[in-house]
T-cell receptor, first 113, second 112 residues
Framework: ETGVTQTPRHLVMGMTNKKSLKCEQH?????MYWYKQSAKKPLELMFV???????ENNSVPSRFSPECPNSSHLFLHLHTLQPEDSALYLC????????????FGSGTRLTVV | SQQGEEDPQALSIQEGENATMNCSYK?????LQWYRQNSGRGLVHLIL?????REKHSGRLRVTLDTSKKSSSLLITASRAADTASYFC????????????FGKGTLLTVNP
């Protein structure tokens, strides 16, 4: 365990479903991130939260909706997804990343059918 | 746009050999980091090198940074089958504030 926990590990959903991904860290970090990892593509930064405020939204479609209720929890709400949204979704946290880098969770493997 | 780009895309070696992976990037950076990912898992931070550093060691890992060429290399010495994984470089670009940009990675296979 890295200290960043993601649930669920695997998720299969239909295009009309609504689901949420959860990320939890108890490392005392002050920034949290959502990344999307698709085959043969670089990791894509989706959202950044610093001190519970969203500081980055990289032109992500509105069918992805993040929520950061406190510094330890981060959610990604999903609705009406497309098959091309199937990917590994990674959560990470950091505390002044210059020293120790990011700590990643194990990811949620999402399949949209 | 993609900042770091690793080379080669895939590398296959025998146990005991050294593995070298390269990373090129485009903009000025605060630091460059290397991460490892086992299949289907999250990334694990390996080592960070600051823009004013040229070389850094951690166990069997050696990282170099050449800011004039905007490139870095990761050397794994005396490789083991357990080193089989994907390796990514990530750059903290000046002015990026909080975010890292990752490359596509190098898939390293170490054959026993």
């Amino acid at each position: 365990e890295t200290g960043v926990t993601q649930t669920p590990r695997h998720l299969v959903m239909g295009m009309t479903n609504k689901k949420s991904l959860k990320c939890e860290q108890h490392l005392g970090h002050n920034a949290m991130y959502w990344y999307k990892q698709s085959a043969k593509k670089p990791l894509e930064l989706m959202f950044v939260y610093s001190l519970e405020e969203r500081v980055e939204n990289n032109s992500v479609p509105s069918r992805f909706s993040p929520e950061c209720p406190n510094s330890s929890h981060l959610f990604l709400h999903l609705h009406t997804l497309q098959p091309e949204d199937s990917a590994l979704y990674l959560c990470a946290s950091s505390q002044g990343q210059e020293l120790y880098g990011y700590t990643f969770g194990s990811g949620t493997r999402l399949t949209v059918v | 746009s993609q900042q770091g780009e690793e080379d080669p895309q895939a590398l296959s070696i025998q146990e005991g050999e050294n593995a070298t992976m390269n990373c090129s990037y485009k903009t000025s950076i605060n630091n460059l980091q290397w991460y490892r990912q086992n299949s289907g898992r999250g990334l694990v931070h390996l080592i960070l090198i600051r823009s004013n550093e040229r070389e850094k060691h951690s166990g069997r890992l050696r990282v170099t940074l050449d800011t004039s060429k905007k490139s870095s290399s990761l050397l794994i010495t005396a490789s083991r089958a357990a080193d089989t994984a994907s390796y990514f470089c990530a750059t903290d670009a000046i002015g990026s504030n909080y975010k890292l940009t990752f490359g596509k990675g190098t898939l390293l296979t170490v054959n026993p």
